[in-house]
């Protein structure tokens, strides 16, 4: 894919970000970089890669799921402004 200044003048417009011409040169000079980048990428053969999860062959190290904290609700709501049935009410926004 090749851009132009004009390319990143529009796209720098869309997403309200002022640029000078320096910057503009020097940002399609960059992202050229990395499409060029990405289309060699695009022409490696990948036919019969299995995809990993993990650039390494480990496994996620998980904590034990446990309740570590005390039960306070009844505490928290005793604070709000409006509680009916264990629910918090606020105002309807939405009609």
Known sequence: MTLSLNDIKHVAKLAR???SEAEAQQ??????GIFSLIE???TVDTQGI???SHPHDMTQRLREDTVTETDQHLLFQSIAPEVENGYYLVP???E
Do not use: D, F, G
Request: proline share 6%; hydrophobic share 50%.
């Open 17 to 19: 970000i002022e640029i």
């Open 40 to 42: 060699q990428m695009q």
């Open 27 to 32: 940002n399609l000079i960059q992202l050229s």
């Open 92 to 94: 309807k926004v939405i």
């Open 50 to 52: 299995k995809p990993m």
